[in-house]
């Protein structure tokens, strides 16, 4: 049985959505995210836009197949805000996106309960208002031949119908290309039995 080799995504970055419980306001926001640096940056971009909200609350799911989350609470009760936002992520399947919920109090407490709901509920407007794309999941590999087998190589990456991320032509060639993660053994074998041409994968 062939792994699955896609994953969900977002495009970019959603629009600002409103809940509101008991004169509490939870804007929902969420951000296309492809490393740390984007999900710091996320949140200080969001500081500044709400320099006065009392919490901002978020979680984040990065990777394919190891898969690194967070999820934090900002000064909520334990587990009432990060862990319902993550749960969003987890049930519309998405990775390599961030979520936030910045909350101005409305002067009434909602309790544990009321606040799980309004920061689920929260996550799930963002990830409604966002839109949601089908991706790959893509092996790099680096090709370097002769000019020689130029001609070759091509035929295979046309045939095949590869992506080539990058090239170098110098004294020899150097492509790297892309491949969808169940059709990279094929390929590999395939341009292994080439001769004269190196394929190694790029990490």
């Given at each position: 049985m062939e792994e699955k080799d896609t994953f969900?995504?977002?495009?970019?970055?959603?629009?600002?959505?409103?809940?509101?419980d008991r004169?509490?306001?939870?804007?929902?926001?969420?951000?296309?995210?492809?490393?740390?640096?984007?999900?710091?940056?996320?949140?200080?971009?969001?500081?500044?836009?709400?320099?006065?909200?009392?919490?901002?609350?978020y979680a984040w799911?990065?990777?394919?197949?190891?898969i690194r989350f967070r999820a934090n609470d900002d000064g909520e009760p334990s587990n009432s805000a990060g862990q319902p936002i993550y749960g969003q992520?987890?049930?519309?399947?998405?990775?390599?996106?961030?979520?936030?919920s910045v909350r101005y109090f409305g002067g009434t407490?909602?309790?544990v309960g009321g606040l799980i709901n309004a920061y689920r509920t929260s996550a799930k407007l963002a990830l409604e208002a966002s839109e949601i794309i089908e991706k790959t999941i893509d092996v790099h590999y680096k090709l370097t031949f002769g000019y020689d087998m130029m001609n070759k190589v091509q035929q295979i990456i046309k045939?095949?119908?590869?992506?080539?991320?990058?090239?170098?032509?110098e004294l020899n060639c150097e492509y790297v290309i892309s491949v969808r993660k169940n059709d990279a053994e094929n390929l590999y074998q395939l341009i292994d039995n080439l001769y004269k041409v190196e394929i190694t994968i790029q990490e």
């Open positions: 969900k995504t977002i495009v970019k970055p959603s629009e600002e959505t409103l809940f509101k004169n509490s306001k939870f804007f929902g926001y969420a951000f296309p995210v492809n490393s740390d640096d984007d999900i710091k940056q996320s949140l200080e971009d969001l500081k500044k836009i709400h320099p006065n909200a009392g919490h901002h609350c799911q990065l990777g394919t197949e190891n992520i987890q049930a519309f399947d998405v990775t390599n996106v961030l979520i936030v407490k909602l309790g045939k095949q119908q590869l992506e080539i991320i990058s090239q170098k032509l």
